[in-house]
């Protein structure tokens, strides 16, 4: 058999023992790919392929070297990839070749962004969620059980949120082709197939003792099967990778309902939390708020967000943390300055653990650590800041342990570390006494080298001498062509170059072999030392996550600070659940960065829970409802508040419903969604919540949209007793205030004068008495005659008077028809040709009026087709769109 055969046959069969969909096998000093496999890089990558042929048969193959597998193997992740990396050995018998790990998305390690990278599992076990979630980047590795009415749509949400790159779903959850698409639509996760064993809830449950312990697993007490399995199979399946991740993984954390306020997915999206509503960041509350100034700050940041919570106690703390920053501004400045030195310690202490990091990690581990003494110290001299909880906050970490780690690290790393481990000069002297005698004999001997031509040029008396080393011939005594003969007798002759010789002595000789035996020794004792050094590290991971939370921590309350000091924001008095929620000259956190804004005044209370927002389209009715539900999750993760002042009874979940732009985009039935997203609300949300809705039944004919609403809003005021605002154009549900004692109506005000309107933003109780909707349609560049007309109707409407319809025959000779919309009945009616008295007027306009000839005699079967079908038309049934179109068509009709 040959090489080539060998090898693809090895590769092959390496291929069909994993389950990757790529291997990468090393082969010297490259990692190749064949067949398949080099099809498929060299089309994802545009790497090179080449053919080898071997008896007969041509294997496409492709190669990268060894170093620079990395870019490659990250490259072919992030496109969903699984990739088996095979490594080269070598024993005594020759090469070997085994898979060592196998890359997932889940699994990848080096990673420049800052966002987490979770791979999560999902578990369905009887109607209960399990999910769990690893980021193997930072070690954090959360899980929880969602088993409420609304299971399947919770462990959406929770997916939804996390935004994992890889998902594991369970024996069940793979049957489930529904939810399998959504997870797909939703999150750009990787599905993989792990094997169902795993998430068995008894294999699950060893996989989790043997990696946090029983103690710690016990603590945590996680009950529900499917949360242990989907917990278990995560573990196992970091563990099955082989990449040496799961060392990272020290601590489970378990969050329930509890702790943290509901914020769904929908809603997240609707508030703009981290991006808007067409995808970007830009505009989201998150890039007006963060300030931060490390990644890790940044990522814990928008999870805060996410996460609003429930504990009182916990958000007065960090409250009580804002302000202190707040009125410390030098103290504060400092803290940044020097948390911007700060490293991704959660990251380099899994690099560590898997045995990843390099110098510069360890180097970036140890300035980080020397971070904490620095913030510490700004807070220790700043009173303000001493007696409030950032000072127990940086005294979490096991302190201790950290500086001596740092110390460690301090001692044993050289300022200016090579990139790679391999070429040496990674450590201090004075670290080891041998590689101290080492590097000294190494010295010694390169002197030696590097005064060799002078003192041979002394001895011999020679003229064109020099000493040189390279990798075939080593070190060697070169002589000028003019003057090689002058040669001393034991100069052995090693090569001729076109003007010189190449000569070697036996001294030359046996120093060099000391050199290399030296320069051998050395980099084996200087990589034993680092690996020795980099365990050290490992060891302290959890040290080591536990100091990079409290400075992300830190960071994001001192990020929180300088916003609210910027921005003029104010501290919010919470208070329990249930008390209401009063906000004065309250704020959009977002609009208020670009807009004059007008600040307005809330509130709700047990008395007043249930506001009615009515207004002119475009007057700030959305605003106003978003800024109060911004308002209160910015109070919900310890932040001040765009207000003058505001006292927060505090939500158990904020429930949004807003008009579905981007549903519409993707080309989903609205009204469907519309009323998903209310049936939703309806179930989930109870007495301490907060509800948006904006406009509820649009997407229907009118009277179905006026009933919808007025229901929904009798139940939520009647059984659910959440606090919410309800921004509606059907006027007739303002008359429900009069009738339910907790529902109040205000408006957004504007002033109309000689027909222009002009916005005020301001929020007034009581109702409007009209949407200015044909004000807006002039806004817009609606034609001015549609606009004019439009008037006349409305007009005619409040006196509840008939409306005619307009219409012009063919031909030329305009006609008019004359239906009548009749207000009373809602029908639309063919009126009499000697009709009222608007029909007579616009017969009139129209230049002919009409005779007594029946309309199939001047425009054919059409017409009278046209005006049975229009006679048909229930009115209060149809939505306006429907309407619209059906007016078009008959009006082509009419036109042929
Ligand atoms: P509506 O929901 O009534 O149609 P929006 O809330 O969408 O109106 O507001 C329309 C526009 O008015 C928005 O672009 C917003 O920037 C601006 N706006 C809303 N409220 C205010 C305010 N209080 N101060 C200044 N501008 C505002």
């Known amino acids: 058999m040959t090489e080539a055969e060998g090898i693809?046959?090895?590769?092959?069969?390496?291929?069909?023992?994993?389950?990757?969909?790529?291997?990468?096998?090393?082969?010297?000093?490259?990692?190749?790919?064949?067949?398949?496999?080099?099809?498929?890089?060299?089309?994802?990558?545009?790497?090179?392929?080449?053919?080898?042929?071997?008896?007969?048969?041509?294997?496409?193959?492709?190669?990268?070297?060894?170093?620079?597998?990395?870019?490659?193997?990250?490259?072919?992740?992030?496109?969903?990839?699984?990739?088996?990396?095979?490594?080269?050995?070598?024993?005594?018998?020759?090469?070997?070749?085994?898979?060592?790990?196998?890359?997932?998305?889940?699994?990848?390690?080096?990673?420049?962004?800052?966002?987490?990278?979770?791979?999560?599992?999902v578990v369905e076990d009887d109607g209960v969620y399990g999910l769990a979630f690893a980021d193997v980047t930072t070690g954090q590795f959360s899980v929880t059980t969602v088993d409420d009415e609304d299971a399947r749509d919770g462990a959406l949400t929770e997916?939804?949120?996390?935004?994992?790159?890889?998902?594991?779903?369970?024996?069940?959850?793979?049957?489930?082709?529904?939810?399998?698409?959504?997870?797909?639509?939703?999150?750009?996760?990787?599905?993989t197939l792990h094997e169902s064993s795993a998430f068995a809830p008894g294999q699950a449950r060893h996989a989790l003792t043997e990696q946090f312990g029983a103690a710690s697993l016990e603590s945590v007490d996680i009950e529900a099967a499917a949360t242990v399995g989907a917990a278990g199979a995560i573990v196992d399946y970091v563990e099955e990778t082989g990449t040496g991740l799961l060392a990272s993984i020290t601590r489970l954390q378990r969050y329930g309902d509890a702790a943290f306020a509901e914020l769904d997915s929908t809603t997240q999206r609707n508030l703009e939390l981290t991006e808007?509503?067409?995808?970007?960041?830009?505009?989201?509350?998150?890039?007006?708020?963060?300030?931060?100034?490390?990644?890790?700050?940044?990522?814990?940041?928008?999870?805060?967000?996410?996460?609003p919570r429930q504990s009182r106690d916990a958000l007065d703390e960090r409250l009580a943390s804002v302000d202190a920053l707040t009125g410390a501004a030098l103290a504060r400045e400092e803290l940044r300055e020097v948390l911007g030195d700060a490293y991704d310690l959660?990251?380099?202490?899994?690099?560590?653990?898997?045995?990843?990091?390099?110098?510069?990690?360890?180097?970036?581990?140890?300035?980080?650590?020397?971070?904490?003494?620095?913030?510490?110290?700004?807070?220790?001299?700043?009173?303000?800041?001493?007696?409030?909880?950032?000072?127990?906050?940086?005294?979490?970490?096991?302190?201790?342990?950290?500086?001596e780690l740092h110390e460690a690290l301090d001692d044993a790393l050289a300022e200016d570390p090579p990139k790679t481990v391999q070429e040496g000069g990674l450590l201090t002297r004075g670290y080891d006494e041998e590689l101290d005698e080492l590097i000294e004999r190494h010295e010694e001997l390169e002197r030696w080298f590097d005064?060799?031509?002078?003192?041979?040029?002394?001895?011999?008396?020679?003229?064109?001498?020099?000493?040189?080393?390279?990798?075939?011939?080593?070190?060697?005594?070169?002589?000028?062509?003019?003057?090689?003969?002058?040669?001393?007798?034991?100069?052995?002759?090693?090569?001729?170059?076109?003007?010189?010789?190449?000569?070697r002595t036996d001294e030359l000789a046996e120093r060099e072999r000391e050199i290399m035996r030296i320069e051998e020794r050395r980099g084996e004792l200087e990589y034993e030392l680092f690996c020795e050094l980099r365990e050290q590290v490992a060891d302290c991971a959890e040290t080591l996550q536990d100091v990079g939370r409290a400075l992300a921590e830190i960071d994001v309350l001192a990020s929180l600070a300088v916003h609210a000091v910027e921005n003029d924001w104010t501290c919010p008095t919470l208070a329990a659940p249930g008390e209401g929620i009063d906000i004065e000259a309250g704020r959009h956190p977002v609009v208020e960065q670009t807009t004059d804004f007008v600040p307005n005044d809330l509130s709700l209370s047990e008395q007043r829970a249930f506001l009615i927002v009515t207004g002119p389209n475009m007057s700030g009715k959305s605003t106003y409802m978003r800024q109060t539900a911004l308002i209160v999750l910015l109070a919900q993760i310890g932040?001040?508040?765009?207000?003058?002042?505001?006292?927060?009874?505090?939500?158990?979940?904020?429930?949004?419903?807003?008009?579905?732009?981007?549903?519409?985009?993707?080309?989903?039935?609205?009204?469907?969604?519309?009323?998903?997203?209310?049936?939703?609300?309806?179930?989930?949300?109870?007495?301490?919540?907060?509800?948006?809705?904006?406009?509820?039944?649009?997407?229907t004919a009118t009277y179905d949209g006026i009933s919808i609403a007025w229901a929904a809003t009798e139940y939520l005021h009647n059984e659910v007793h959440a606090k919410t605002l309800f921004a509606t154009h059907y006027h007739e549900l303002t008359t429900l205030a009069d009738h339910l004692d907790r529902v109040a109506n205000v408006h957004v005000a504007a002033d109309e004068r000689d027909g222009e309107v002009t916005f005020l933003r301001t929020v007034r109780d009581g109702p409007t008495d009209r949407s200015y909707g044909i004000h807006v349609a002039d806004l817009a560049g609606v034609p001015g005659p549609v606009v004019d007309r439009s008037n006349t109707v409305l007009q005619r409407l409040r006196e509840e008077k008939a409306i005619e319809a307009k219409g012009s025959g063919g031909g030329g000779s305009a006609e008019t028809k004359q239906v009548v919309f009749d207000v009373g009945s809602g029908q639309m009616t063919a009126a009499s040709t000697d009709g009222g008295d608007a029909a007579t007027a616009d017969a009139a306009d129209s230049g002919e009026t009409g005779g007594s000839d029946p309309l199939t005699e001047q425009f054919g079967e059409d017409a009278a087709d046209v005006l049975d079908e229009l006679s048909a038309v229930d009115v209060a049934e149809t939505s306006p769109i429907e309407l619209m179109s059906a007016v078009q068509e008959w009006r082509e009709r009419l036109d042929d």
């Not at 040189?468 to 007798?489: C, H, L, V």
């Open 276 to 307: 808007t509503m067409q995808g970007g960041v830009e505009g989201s509350l998150y890039s007006v708020l963060d300030h931060t100034v490390t990644s890790p700050g940044g990522r814990r940041l928008k999870s805060w967000l996410q996460r």
């Open 451 to 503: 005064t060799l031509d002078e003192r041979e040029r002394r001895q011999y008396d020679l003229r064109h001498v020099s000493v040189g080393r390279n990798k075939t011939d080593g070190y060697y005594i070169q002589i000028g062509k003019s003057a090689a003969d002058e040669a001393p007798d034991h100069y052995e002759n090693v090569k001729t170059l076109k003007n010189s010789e190449r000569f």
């Open 159 to 191: 997916l939804y949120r996390f935004d994992p790159v890889e998902v594991l779903p369970g024996p069940r959850v793979r049957e489930d082709d529904d939810l399998l698409g959504t997870i797909r639509d939703r999150t750009s996760a990787t599905l």
């Open 8 to 121: 693809v046959g090895e590769f092959n069969s390496l291929k069909a023992d994993s389950d990757a969909d790529v291997l990468a096998m090393q082969v010297g000093d490259f990692y190749e790919f064949f067949d398949e496999d080099a099809k498929l890089v060299g089309e994802e990558l545009d790497l090179k392929t080449s053919k080898k042929s071997s008896g007969g048969v041509k294997y496409p193959m492709a190669g990268v070297p060894v170093s620079e597998l990395t870019p490659y193997l990250k490259a072919l992740v992030e496109r969903g990839y699984r990739v088996a990396v095979a490594d080269q050995r070598e024993t005594e018998s020759g090469h070997v070749r085994e898979i060592t790990r196998v890359v997932t998305p889940g699994t990848l390690l080096d990673v420049t962004d800052a966002d987490a990278r979770y791979v999560a599992a």
């Open 639 to 699: 932040s001040f508040v765009p207000a003058r002042s505001a006292r927060i009874g505090l939500v158990d979940g904020i429930y949004t419903r807003v008009g579905a732009l981007d549903e519409l985009a993707q080309g989903r039935s609205t009204f469907m969604v519309e009323m998903q997203e209310l049936s939703k609300i309806l179930h989930s949300a109870t007495d301490e919540s907060l509800v948006i809705l904006d406009e509820v039944g649009r997407g």
């Open 346 to 403: 959660e990251r380099l202490a899994s690099k560590a653990t898997s045995g990843s990091a390099d110098a510069g990690d360890l180097l970036a581990v140890r300035d980080t650590l020397a971070v904490l003494p620095a913030v510490e110290e700004i807070i220790e001299n700043a009173p303000r800041l001493t007696d409030s909880p950032l000072r127990a906050i940086a005294e979490r970490p096991d302190r201790e342990r950290a500086a």
